[in-house]
């Protein structure tokens, strides 16, 4: 009873196929040490078309979401897209207190 318990617990059951994510990753790596003490937000966005040609082609783009900036010179970040090219991957960085 106890080894046909321990077969149950250790076994893995396969549900299928898994969708395929598609990502950018890379680093964002600050030249001077770390980024400045005002920084509210670091995001890295990526553009299907640029300059875009309808303003709502902002609407498809990927975006990483607020980086941790605290963790030193270097941040890593992940930008999930759709499986096609990119003509613009850029950072953007707001400072507190301002506007975007």
């Known amino acids: 009873m106890i080894g046909v318990l321990i077969f149950f617990i250790s076994c893995e059951i396969g549900h299928g196929l898994k969708p395929i994510v598609y990502k ?3 680093n964002v790596i600050f030249v ?3 980024p400045p003490e005002n920084t509210s937000r670091i995001e890295v966005f990526a553009l299907k078309e640029f300059p875009p040609q309808d303003p709502q082609n902002f609407l498809y783009l990927g975006r990483s979401g607020p980086l941790d900036y605290n963790s030193g010179n270097r941040v890593g970040y992940e930008v999930m897209v759709s499986p096609t090219s990119y003509q613009l991957l850029g950072v953007v960085w707001k400072e507190q207190g301002q506007d975007w």
Do not use: C, E
């Open 24 to 26: 950018i990753k890379g």
């Open 32 to 34: 001077r040490g770390n």
